[in-house]
């Protein structure tokens, strides 16, 4: 009996006991061989996913992106969020596990040259979708932010003696091709055309590196300045710096704020997405709202999409607050954003739509320019002409949307720009970077600016040689390495 029992043991030993061991011993090596390879597969994916939302991404608005973790998809679009996490984390991480476990049914040995070769894919895309070597090759490059920068707390601007009011609007994405009728069989802008023949507008708005997307749009229009991460090596630093973002610039609501002016921004997306809110509240703005503030106060969730808060509903709002300011007497600057015409699919909101009249991607670009239009009309019909200046810009030029194919037949792309109202009309032959909207803005209310420039931004209306061809190969590289760019961040 006791040999019996003896043997059953050892038995149960070597064939239970000893093979779990084996089992477990074996089980690691594949755990960390799938996470590797599904780490490898997500990478691969990421550009194409980010290609397919946006269009072209530069590796400087990929890396601002995955520095800016404060919040970078809070608010975000949740079909967007949701395809991330489809496309980019759950497909790669079952293609790994598949892969691995044929692997290790028929050939073991091969799976370490499969991790290797996933991972060179994973590379390649990165370098070559992200455009990478441009970046690198940016980082190496002679300074030339700081022979161009003239810092605008250094310049003497004098306000008009009658302080006009200032309402900027950014429209997402809008472009002056939108109102080619060859192109898109209508006038998208057709309800801007009144105020345009009461303004003028610049022919040519280049899109100069780190300028390509909303928040470095309105950096560079506001501070004359790219938007980009100090470098890889950095970003410690600078992650230091952002609850104050950009704390050494002296920008827009700086300027008009020690002028007297209150500064109010209205957002349709989440403040907390790309720092918006923490730029604004740095910079002079005193009144600072986004998606998560108009919830609070009562904007009914059928007027806030994924993304934000509509177009329709947010000019709203705009228009009711005008008319609050306007029966105040210190002078103001409303700034607006709106979201609607964000890509890749754009957003219907409950005033326009195919039982309105606007059908697909073009309809939100034409319900967007017409709520636009309507606050415009509003200042009109309140005789409010003589009191306020008008800019409207679109933020940057297109990405990733619906009729990009018909956009792309456009030979000169250009950001949509009016400067309403005036008695300068029509259209003005003049090629000007995002950086130069600072000073022109301030020029066109009436400021006076000792030397016409600030920032990399000189005066449209007044400054000479805008178009020189050495002014743009020095915009070119604005990204390269710049101490004197790191202190607008804080660094010494």
Partial sequence: MKAISSGATRVFYERVWVGRSAWRQQLWPFLAGWVACSAAFSACMVPRWAAKQFGKVGFDQFLFTLWDSHGAWVGADQRMVRAFVRVCLINPSLLALLLLLALTWWRHGVRRYVLVLAWLMAAISVVRDFDVPKYLAAQFGQ?????????????????????PNLLLIYVESLEKAYGNKEVFGEDLLAT?????????????????????????????????????????????????????????ASCLGDVLAAHGYLNVFFNGPDLQFSGMGKFMHTHGYHEVLGKQEWLA?????????????????????????????????????LTLLTIDTHGPDGFENRSCGPAHGFNGFQGVVRCSVTAVSRLLQHIEERGWQSRIKVVVLGDHLAMKNPVEVKLEKVSERTPYNLFYPSDRLGLIQQRMAYFDFYPTILSFMGFDIEGEKLGLGRNALRASGMDDPQRWEKLEGMLHPSTRYARLWGER
């Fill in 192 to 248: 801007m055309r009144p105020f345009e023949a009461k303004g003028f507008q610049f022919s040519q708005i280049k899109q100069t590196p780190g300028t390509g997307w909303t928040i470095a749009g309105i950096i560079s229009s506001q501070c004359g300045i790219p938007l980009k991460i100090l470098g890889l090596w950095d970003a410690n630093s600078q992650d230091r710096a952002f609850p104050s973002f950009l704390p050494n």
């Fill in 143 to 163: 300074d030339q932010f700081a022979s161009e920068y003239v810092d605008p707390a250094t310049v003497a601007i004098h306000a008009p003696q009658m302080k």
């Fill in 297 to 333: 106060r009562g904007v009914s969730p059928d007027d806030v999409h994924d993304w934000g808060v509509a177009d329709d509903q947010l000019l709203k709002q705009a228009r009711q607050k005008l008319d609050d300011l306007m029966q105040q007497t210190q002078p103001f600057n």
